[in-house]
């Protein structure tokens, strides 16, 4: 499951999903993995990584904040982390793409 996960926590602006809501939203559907997206700015001042791990811990599925160029993949139940291309090395639209 893919969370636009804006916010570690709620500062009272409606519509901008948080922590909080994401845990919630884990227990009712229980994915096997999260992968946060669309993290805001407050992430600077708690790291997203952090904040992940919290979400694990409280929801019981195992949540990933993902680095720019990482790639996940998802392979009979295991995940996969590591690092993608860097801009320099993409040179075609087929680079993107392994």
């Known amino acids: 499951l893919v969370v636009n996960n804006l916010k570690p926590m709620h500062d009272g602006i409606p519509d901008h999903l948080a922590s909080e809501d994401t ?30 791990q919290r979400i694990s811990e409280e929801s019981g599925v195992k949540t990933i904040a993902p680095k720019d160029g990482m790639i996940i993949s998802v392979d009979e139940g295991k995940v996969n982390e590591r690092k993608g291309k860097k801009d320099a090395e993409l040179k075609n639209l087929s680079d993107f793409y392994e």
């Open 23 to 52: 845990i919630k939203i884990l227990k009712a559907a229980k994915p096997k993995l999260c992968v946060l997206n669309h993290l805001g700015m407050k992430f600077f001042r708690v790291p997203a990584e952090v904040d992940a």
